[in-house]
């Protein structure tokens, strides 16, 4: 199984039709099978033919075997994912280096890409999201921050996700 978040730079009416037009493109390419370093290199191409050069997309690429309990993954720049290990009861970042998507448009996007593979146990569960979360301000001005989204990751893990989800969000 594939799984793919990213993010878009911009606003409104513009940022809308071009995730729309990614969105179609990147279930093109993830279909021919590609590695997700392939897949980042392939889609840094599309990028650079269909977006304006101010626009950039960050985006991650999971490749999940669930006979192997392993991922092999790429990041262009998306927010590192979060593992929650049961075992250790622990949280770490899948981070590994990676260029955005349209900011290099005339040269390979490969060699500032790292796909990795790393594996998991039952019960691990992985926590994916957008700097939405971490730079949400609150009244005072202070961003949520990675600090505390791992902090509430710890003390929500053991809800279902919709309620995970809801109380990161509250």
């Given at each position: 199984?594939?799984?793919?978040?990213?993010?878009?730079?911009?606003?409104?009416?513009?940022a809308?039709?071009?995730?729309?037009q990614?969105?179609g493109?990147?279930?093109?390419?993830?279909?021919?099978?590609?590695?997700?370093k392939?897949?980042?290199?392939?889609?840094?191409?599309?990028?650079?033919?269909?977006?304006?050069?101010?626009?950039?997309?960050?985006?991650?690429?999971?490749?999940?075997?669930?006979q192997?309990?392993?991922?092999?993954?790429?990041?262009?720049?998306?927010?590192?994912?979060?593992?929650?290990c049961?075992?250790?009861?622990?949280?770490?970042?899948?981070?590994?280096?990676?260029?955005?998507?349209?900011?290099?448009?005339?040269?390979?996007?490969?060699?500032?890409?790292?796909?990795?593979?790393?594996?998991?146990?039952?019960?691990?569960?992985?926590?994916?999201?957008?700097?939405?979360?971490?730079?949400?301000?609150?009244?005072?001005?202070?961003?949520?921050?990675?600090?505390?989204?791992?902090?509430?990751?710890?003390?929500?893990?053991?809800?279902?996700?919709v309620?995970?989800?809801?109380?990161?969000?509250?």
């Amino acid at each position: 199984a594939n799984l793919v978040i990213g993010d878009i730079s911009g606003k409104g009416a513009t940022a809308a039709f071009n995730t729309a037009q990614m969105k179609g493109i990147f279930h093109s390419l993830i279909q021919l099978g590609y590695g997700p370093k392939n897949f980042l290199e392939l889609a840094n191409q599309a990028c650079s033919r269909c977006l304006e050069p101010e626009t950039f997309i960050t985006i991650s690429v999971f490749q999940i075997d669930v006979q192997n309990n392993s991922i092999l993954m790429a990041r262009a720049g998306h927010c590192p994912a979060l593992h929650y290990c049961k075992s250790k009861n622990s949280i770490s970042y899948l981070n590994s280096k990676g260029l955005g998507l349209g900011i290099l448009r005339d040269e390979p996007l490969s060699p500032f890409l790292d796909e990795s593979l790393m594996t998991y146990s039952t019960g691990d569960k992985f926590i994916l999201f957008t700097d939405g979360i971490v730079e949400a301000k609150n009244k005072k001005g202070l961003a949520f921050g990675y600090p505390r989204l791992e902090q509430m990751a710890l003390e929500f893990i053991s809800l279902e996700p919709v309620s995970f989800n809801k109380r990161i969000v509250e």
